[in-house]
């Protein structure tokens, strides 16, 4: 028996329920990193500078390389991109795709011997940011194709995978991801598609159904994952586990049976159904190891974070500008409507937002670049933060534009509409927040359990603990020595706001016990402390650079004025998360909750629309029939064969 399991079988007042779900995540997750993360640290009130000062920088050569690739980009965007068509029409033009091909932005993360760019993650999301300002469908069709596409084969392919599958990649060829099914969202461990082995041994069976694969009806491959049954070489004892698998359109008893719906935003990308009826995988077209699926599809997130992150930082910088030029030049009352408080304050919280989102990002990918082990918290956290942020700032830019900012062609409504996604996927911000709690207290938790249940093994430890909770001595604060000396009272905020967060985290396993694991509302707001002081360490790690290279006095000024109030918003944001551990409206929503839910049985099904393929068979194709007459239909089947078929043709005809 595990650790792990030896101490989630400690656990009191935990349901069975629960307790398999904790059971389920950890082996998901599968054994702690040998190092702790920057976050996973502050945990434990350890503030590790050196993981995040000085600020993370790409070399030299890479960063001429890739401002020659965004230079070409830039105006290709501001002169032929179909950004309204796209959006209005629902399609992004092939031609607009092999022209991203053309670029080089469409094989960026592919090496170089296998025709690609060879850029590392940074650089990439430096792409995507500038994408990002321009048109979010094709920022998401960018991302979907190279960091959970090409991203899996890059870095979990076989030497004859890359050979076979990157050159066409990085030339021409779409690719896509299935992890999400109908009854598979965030819980991607939780899938219901299934593979098996052939009689003859050589190949896998696939039987299911997938959802929501980004361009699926226009790739030419597709990683597919799926559960298993897979023989643990140690214990002889049979596992159902997740496999990663190569597929591509043209198998048997593939069925592409929707390229897409019609949805609110991000409208040019096309999410594909796949119904897999009894598909012969060849075991060549294994990825990475029979069941390691979820290692690939949690790395490839890593990667699909960072950059739905660089989307965001593009779209609200967009937004940002606009309402900012907007503010001078609408008046209202004789004067601009900038010069009003209200206004300023939206301008003010916009522009910290939008420094701490560019900040985060790159501190995110630095780390990502330098192939730091522990990672998950970062990244995850980057994806919280940019997400709400970078909608808050759409958000605040359609209030500032008023009723302009509404109309279409003022462009800002795309913003708002495309950015609103982003918070849904690649994991809910809700399930981010219990995730960032969970794997960053892990194992402070387990620490403190091991103390509670054998306090005679760790007697020093031991009192220090009980100290700290019961008599309120807090240990000493981290020292924070990296910045420059003009920024020595917000790294003083950092040391104090680093051992408070610590602290309040093990008071609230003492309070709450073994409950805290499914008390998502403690959960929330020790989550949101942590990534406010990260958001605020990025930032003076940014800012901290600035100084350094003697940035325009003017430009400092500014710069300086801004992160004092991503540091105030973030001191805040914290001493408000602390109060509400204590102080909070939890009762009374548990109380209302429970009443509401009670009504919902009254409910009649056919009123409502219902998960297709609920679990709950007395509802399972109960609910409402939607109205599809003026929604537009895309169709089934691969157009993938079409698509490369009409670029060679484009190619002959212009040479």
Not at 45 to 62: Q, S
Not at 94 to 115: C, K, S
Not at 182 to 196: H, S
Not at 620 to 641: L, M, N
Request: hydrophobic letters at 40%; proline letters at 3%.
């Amino acid at each position: 028996m595990s650790t792990n399991d030896q101490l989630v079988d400690k656990l009191k007042n935990v349901s069975e329920k629960d307790r398999k779900q904790i059971q389920d995540a950890q082996e998901m997750l599968g054994p702690d990193p040998s190092t702790m993360g920057f976050i996973k640290n502050l945990f434990w009130g350890r503030f590790r500078e050196e993981l995040v000062f000085p600020f993370p920088e790409e070399a030299a050569e890479e960063r001429a390389r890739c401002d020659a690739l965004l230079n070409e980009l830039d105006h290709y965007l501001k002169t032929e991109h179909p950004t309204i068509e796209i959006d209005q029409e629902q399609h992004i033009p092939d031609e607009a795709i092999q022209r991203l091909f053309d670029i080089g932005v469409m094989g960026m993360i592919i090496p170089q011997e296998f025709g690609g760019g060879g850029f590392g993650v940074t650089s990439y999301n430096r792409v995507l940011e500038r994408i990002g300002q321009t048109c979010g469908s094709t920022a998401v069709m960018v991302s979907a194709h190279q960091s959970i596409g090409c991203g899996a084969i890059n870095l979990f392919g076989t030497d004859e995978q890359k050979k076979y599958w990157l050159p066409r990649m990085a030339k021409g060829m779409l690719s896509a991801f299935c992890l999400s099914e109908p009854n598979v969202g965030c819980d991607a461990g939780g899938q219901e598609t299934w593979c098996t082995e052939s009689e003859c041994g050589e190949y896998y069976i696939i039987n299911g159904e997938k959802k929501w694969a980004t361009s699926g009806a226009l790739s030419g491959m597709f990683t597919t994952m799926c559960k298993h049954d897979v023989v643990d070489p140690k214990s002889g004892k049979t596992k159902t586990k997740v496999t990663a698998l190569i597929c591509t359109p043209d198998m048997d008893g593939i069925d592409i049976f929707s390229r897409n719906r019609a949805k609110c935003g991000i409208r040019g990308t096309w999410q594909a159904r796949v119904r897999f009826t009894d598909v012969k995988v060849p075991k060549a077209n294994l990825l990475h190891k029979e069941g390691r699926g979820v290692n690939v599809a949690l790395t490839c997130l890593n990667w699909g974070r960072c950059t739905l992150s660089a989307g965001m930082v593009g779209a609200g910088r967009s937004a940002y500008l606009q309402a900012l030029k907007w503010s001078e030049t609408r008046y209202q009352f004789n004067r601009p409507i900038g010069e009003f408080e209200l206004v300023r304050d939206y301008l003010a919280t916009m522009a910290a937002y939008n420094y701490a989102m560019d900040a985060m990002l790159y501190m995110t990918t630095g780390i990502v670049d330098r192939n730091d082990e522990d990672i998950m918290l970062e990244t995850a956290i980057c994806k919280v933060f940019c997400s709400e942020m970078g909608f808050r700032c759409t958000n605040m830019a359609m209030q500032v534009m008023g009723g302009e900012g509404y109309m279409t062609e003022n462009e800002l409504e795309r913003l708002w509409r495309d950015s609103r996604i982003n918070t849904i996927v690649e994991g809910a911000n809700e399930v981010m927040h219990a995730f960032v709690f969970a794997y960053g207290s892990k194992q402070l938790g387990e620490h403190m359990l091991a103390i509670r249940s054998a306090p005679w093994k760790h007697p020093l430890t031991g009192i220090k603990l009980a100290a700290q909770l019961f008599l309120g001595i807090r240990p000493g604060a981290p020292r924070v020595s990296g910045l420059d000396a003009s920024l020595r009272e917000h790294a003083h905020a950092l040391e104090t706001l680093t051992r408070e967060f610590s602290h309040q985290v093990k008071r609230m396993f003492k309070v709450h016990e073994d409950a805290i694991l499914t008390n998502q509302m403690v959960q929330r707001r020790l989550s949101s402390m942590v990534i406010w002081i990260h958001a605020m360490t990025c930032s003076l790690s940014r800012l901290d650079q600035s100084i350094k290279a003697g940035i325009d006095a003017k430009e400092l000024e500014h710069d300086r004025a801004i992160v004092d109030h991503i540091c105030a918003i973030g001191g805040h944001a914290v001493r408000k998360s602390i109060r509400g551990l204590d102080t909070n409206t939890d009762a009374t929503m548990r109380a209302a909750a429970d009443a509401v839910w009670a009504t919902v049985g009254s409910m009649p099904h056919s009123d409502y629309s219902i998960p297709e393929k609920t679990p709950d068979e007395s509802a399972r194709g109960q609910g409402r029939v939607p109205d599809q007459t003026f929604i537009k239909q895309f169709g089934s089947g691969s157009i993938a064969e079409r698509i490369e078929r009409d670029v060679a043709q484009m190619e002959k005809d212009l040479a």
